[in-house]
């Protein structure tokens, strides 16, 4: 499964994908409000080893106008059900000050698992044909782009709630952004 975040940049050409932007129009990731990975930071959080979280960093796929931040873990079935685990990302800033943003959660396939590999971000969820297991849709949006909530934000969701709720910087414990 990855769960991530996407961030837009609307005055990029969406119908464009990485790596073939033009340049100064989504090639870099200075155009968005947060970088991604190629442009370092750190991720983490407390989901057990043997789940084998990883980054998922291949965004050659993605839009030029868009930036997309992923965590995976690579054996869902390792995590114990009814538990809170923390996931985060922590990446340098854009020159964007804000933009519209979703977030989602999604079923991926083990395509590393056939290789020989450990789960990581350039063999999963290769094999599209590969259908979730009976009862599940494959993926989830925490929170739909079409709400046009916009980070820097702190966005809460959970399985029992009927709509996410989000908090402005500073707010309910949700933390001002840090630029260095």
Request: hydrophobic share 35%; glycine share 12%; charged share 15%.
């Amino acid at each position: 499964m990855e769960l991530g975040i996407t961030t837009w940049n609307d005055d990029l050409p969406g119908w464009v994908v990485r790596p073939f932007c033009p340049p100064g129009f989504g090639d870099s990731d200075w155009d968005f409000w947060s970088g991604t990975y190629e442009m370092g930071g750190i991720w983490g959080g407390d989901v057990p080893e043997s789940s084998a979280p990883y980054a998922d960093y291949n965004i050659a796929s993605d839009g030029c106008d868009e930036n997309g931040v992923e965590i995976g873990i690579g054996f869902p079935r390792q995590l114990a059900q009814d538990t809170l685990y923390l996931a985060f990302a922590e990446l340098y800033p854009g020159n964007e000050s804000s933009s519209r943003m979703a977030a989602s959660v999604s079923m991926k396939s083990n395509d590393c698992n056939n290789l020989g590999l450990s789960p990581q971000t350039d063999c999963m969820g290769l094999n599209t044909d590969r259908d979730p297991p009976v009862g599940f849709d494959g993926s989830a949006l925490l929170v739909n782009s079409s709400r046009n909530w916009t980070v820097p934000a702190c966005f809460l969701m959970g399985e029992e709630f009927t709509n996410p709720i989000r908090y402005a910087p500073g707010v309910s414990g949700c933390p001002t952004v840090v630029y260095y």
